[in-house]
């Protein structure tokens, strides 16, 4: 048990539909990201929280999608308007301290389906 | 977005068996890590590397950071059958950037 817990697991969606995905890490936890994973391929960067700012988001992250940490807990994952192409394995990551060693605590990821 | 190299992409070998990868970046990294990820589950981390020229052991795992910075590499000795899935290498550009940039992955298959 890494202490991140993502919700729903899977979901299956019809194109053009919203979703949102929800990601819980445990207190300690004041460092949360949300990396996107597509088939065959590895982790990739979409955004940071430090508590509840976020810091930094990266160019993978369209206008369709929008990321929360309200509280500096929990976090969601928004995604508008989802296209095909947004099938992936979406995985939220945790950790603590100050600065960033690279160490992180993944959640089991939350498996998007668009048809 | 930038993925780093790593080779082989997949391995078929034998229980008992020794492991060895590589993970290759055409930029400079300053932190090296290995995660490993099962199927249906989150990468899990094995090994962080800090320091160029860095040898750090894990039980049978051992990887190194290379002394250009722009690789490193991971053994596995004496293969299990709970050694089979997917290892990522992983790398931060500096020491407290956010965006940890990962591998292509090497699937490690056991055949029985």
Redesign the interface.
């Known amino acids: 048990d890494?202490g991140?817990s993502q919700d729903p697991r899977h979901k299956i969606t019809k194109r053009g539909q919203n979703v949102t995905f929800r990601c819980d890490p445990i207190s300690e936890h004041n460092r949360l990201?949300w990396y996107r994973q597509t088939l065959?391929?590895?982790?990739?960067?979409l955004t940071?929280f430090q508590n509840e700012a976020q810091?930094?988001k990266?160019?993978?992250l369209s206008d369709r999608f929008s990321a929360e940490r309200p509280k500096g807990s929990f976090s969601t994952l928004e995604i508008q308007r989802t296209e095909q192409g947004d099938s992936a394995m979406y995985?939220c990551?945790a950790t603590s301290g100050s600065?960033?060693?690279?160490?992180?605590?993944?959640?089991?990821?939350s498996r998007l389906t668009v048809l | 977005?930038q993925?780093?190299n790593q080779s082989p992409q997949s391995m078929f070998i034998q229980e008992g068996e020794d492991v060895s990868m590589n993970c290759t970046s055409s930029s400079i990294f300053n932190?090296w890590?290995w995660y490993k990820q099962d199927p249906?589950?989150?990468?899990?981390?094995l090994i962080?590397l800090?320091k160029a020229g860095e040898l750090t052991s894990n039980g049978r795992l051992t990887a190194q950071f290379g002394i250009t910075r722009k690789d490193s590499f991971l053994n596995i000795s004496a293969s299990i059958p709970s050694d089979v899935g997917i290892y990522?290498c992983?790398?931060?550009a500096n020491?407290?950037?956010?965006?940890?940039?990962?591998?292509?992955?090497t699937r490690l298959t056991i055949i029985p």
């Open positions: 890494t991140v990201y065959g391929q590895g982790p990739e960067f940071y810091l930094e990266s160019r993978l995985l990551a600065v960033n060693t690279g160490e992180l605590f993944f959640g089991e990821g | 977005g993925q780093l932190t890590l249906g589950e989150g990468p899990v981390l962080a800090y990522f992983a790398g931060l020491f407290g950037n956010e965006k940890l940039t990962f591998g292509t992955g």
